[in-house]
Nanobody, 125 residues
Framework: QVQLVESGGGLVQAGGSLRLFCAAT??????????MGWFRQAPGKEREFVAA????????YYADYVKGRFTISRDNAKNTVYLQMDSLKPEDTAVYYC????????????????RGQGTQVTVSS
């Protein structure tokens, strides 16, 4: 079993930056064997993919609407994945979730076995 806890959300003005954290824990858990993904859900909208980091810490992938502004990274020694969000826009306002899937590449929420509870990001104009 894997537990994921997000943090780092908050209120920021448009053009500002935030860094989200997702800490993973588990009894027999090898963080580097998990693909880690970030998703978001705005009020009244469906949850959408933001970014993912392939297990092993290699490839990353971004949704077009965050490409060039957001950066996903991971520290396998700390069992933590990060989402650096720069040049934030009001339309980035959402609850941000991280998710983990073992030894498989995944960009759909339904493909992830483990999911966090989310952290709120609000961008004011």
């Amino acid at each position: 079993q894997v537990q994921l806890v997000e943090s780092g959300g908050g209120l920021v003005q448009a053009g500002g930056s935030l860094r989200l954290f997702c800490a993973a824990t588990g009894r027999t858990f090898s963080f580097n064997t998990y693909t880690m993904g970030w998703f978001r859900q705005a009020p009244g909208k469906e949850r959408e993919f933001v970014a993912a980091s392939l297990y092993g810490g290699g490839s990353t992938y971004y949704a077009d609407y965050v490409k060039g502004r957001f950066t996903i990274s991971r520290d396998n020694a700390k069992n933590t994945v990060y989402l650096q969000m720069d040049s934030l826009k009001p339309e980035d306002t959402a609850v941000y979730y991280c998710a983990a899937e073992r030894l498989r590449w995944a960009t759909n929420w339904s493909e992830y076995t483990y999911r966090g509870q989310g952290t709120q990001v609000t961008v004011s104009s």
